[in-house]
């Protein structure tokens, strides 16, 4: 779908979008529709019970005095309440509304609110943006699908008086939809498709925005001491890899970086704790921290963000044979501290072990951020709107949680304690990788805990419940949701850019 802004003008084709706000206010653009249709508008609402709502539209079909196929009235509601994500929210919709309307053009008319914090620019920019996000679709195998299964919206334009502001404020957002999109695309792949060496090779394309990649192999990471990562994935015939990306936009090249350390397990069985087989199809989306990292290292050097940051995934294929980790092994990470392995299907947690301490070995990061799809217990505890967040710092938890309603991902922060730490405390070893029956999120992120320096600001989001969607939501449509990206890359402008 191609967007574009453009000077008002009424259409001579395609659907047509005006505002309504809430109590039937007309804005200027319905008004004018109301004035070409002789009375339409208002005689279609007094037939209806379009209120104009956030959620609601309304529409009137071959308006007469309008060259449009149809005209949409879209409940705008209340300017106070409308921010950046409300507007996102609106565009979302409508795409969803015209696509199912078998429309392939589409012009919406934006206009300066009053009562609104926003310009016009950024009202238009914003519609664009959700318009985008909601058109995505993951259709690459289906050969067979019929025309009228398909979206239909080819073009959408969006009128307004200074058609360039918007494009200046679209431009960036753009640039971090991409990135979206980038994510949203790798985490629907089958595991057939993405394992450890070709998310590897996916990550290293970023090089062609100046990023800087290492990959590591197994033979290195053996070197390393990273018996933990290397434990998950010895069932697999699948390398296991780390990947390292750094992007160095800060004017002072060496300034510390910020560090964001993804979970990549391309597909998790469970390994000899096997996971039943009802839904275990879902588990190629257990390397979705690792897509968010890829996304969000994409999105920070395509618009040349003015910062240092680094990137670190460790990928690998949890499998059952016959070299694959038994329940009770012990292994040694890259700390040196001893895990007994109780449950090879609490291995998130032993792929980030290493991963965390290998980031900030090498990088010494001024703080660390990691995402994984960890724990089923996350899910019981908050359900599917919010992700978890564990941290060690109230800074680092207030900024993202900020950046978080800013972009409309979620977070919820969870309790860190000693007494749960105590939990995963081994009489055979340093630690196990589980804590028991309560707790099982907490627990984990304790486990995480043990792998952070002294001294580093650290955040662990846990993003089980958020990185796949099981119905469509305004701007995500059902499917891979590319929860993290928007968020940490909100983090990053607000609170580490170079301003």
Request: charged share 25%; with cysteine; hydrophobic share 45%.
């Amino acid at each position: 779908m191609k967007v574009a802004f453009a000077k008002p003008e009424l259409p001579s084709q395609g659907a047509y979008i005006v505002g309504v706000l809430e109590g039937r206010k007309l804005t200027a653009a319905a008004a004018q529709a109301e004035k070409a249709t002789k009375g339409a508008v208002s005689r279609a609402l007094n037939a209806s019970r379009f209120k104009g709502g956030q959620d609601e539209q309304l529409i009137v079909l071959a308006p007469q005095g309008l060259d449009a196929s149809r005209l949409i009235l879209s409940g705008f509601g209340n300017p106070a309440k409308l921010d950046a994500f409300a507007f996102e929210a609106i565009g979302g919709r409508l795409v969803a509304a015209l696509n199912g309307a078998g429309e392939r053009e589409a012009t919406i008319a934006v206009e300066s609110l009053a009562g609104s914090n926003l310009t016009e620019g950024e009202i238009a920019a914003r519609i664009a943006t959700g318009a985008r996000l909601r058109s995505y679709r993951f259709d690459k195998y289906r050969t067979k699908e019929k025309p009228e299964h398909k979206p239909t919206l080819k073009k959408l334009t969006i009128t307004l008086s200074d058609p360039a502001a918007a494009k200046k404020a679209f431009d960036p957002l753009d640039k971090i939809v991409d990135s979206v999109i980038v994510t949203r695309n790798l985490v629907s792949e089958p595991a057939n498709i993405i394992y450890p060496a070709t998310l590897a090779k996916e990550a290293s394309e970023l090089a062609d925005l100046g990023v800087t990649i290492e990959v590591l192999g197994e033979k290195e990471m053996k070197k390393l001491g990273m018996g933990a990562l290397l434990g998950v994935g010895q069932g697999s015939d699948r390398e296991s890899q780390l990947v390292t990306m750094q992007w160095n936009g800060a004017a002072d090249a060496k300034a510390k970086p910020v560090c964001f350390v993804g979970k990549g397990v391309t597909f998790d069985t469970g390994g000899i704790s096997i996971k039943p087989a009802a839904g275990m199809e879902d588990m190629k989306w257990d390397m979705g921290g690792s897509g968010v990292v890829i996304g969000l290292m994409r999105a920070l050097a395509a618009r040349k963000a003015k910062v240092n940051a680094v990137g670190v995934i460790g990928l690998v294929e949890n499998m059952p044979s016959g070299t694959a980790q038994r329940p009770g092994d012990i292994v040694t990470s890259m700390s040196g501290q001893t895990i007994e392995v109780l449950n090879t299907d609490a291995e998130g947690r032993l792929v980030l072990a290493d991963a965390l301490w290998y980031a900030q070995e090498n990088f010494r990061p001024r703080m660390i951020v990691d995402l994984a799809t960890l724990t089923g217990a996350i899910m019981v505890a908050l359900g599917t709107e919010h992700a978890g967040l564990f941290t060690n710092d109230d800074d680092l938890s207030d900024k993202l949680v900020a950046a978080g309603k800013a972009t409309g991902e979620l977070l919820w922060r969870m309790p860190l304690a000693p007494a749960y730490d105590r939990l995963i405390d081994s009489p055979a070893a340093d630690m196990k990788n589980i804590g028991g029956r309560y707790g099982g999120s907490i627990t984990a992120a304790q486990f995480l805990q043990r792998f952070i320096q002294k001294g580093t600001p650290w955040a662990h989001l846990d993003i089980a419940g958020v990185t796949w969607s099981e119905k469509d939501r305004a701007t995500t449509p059902k499917g891979a949701t590319a929860f993290g990206v928007r968020l940490l890359e909100q983090l990053v402008a607000r609170d580490y850019e170079d301003k």
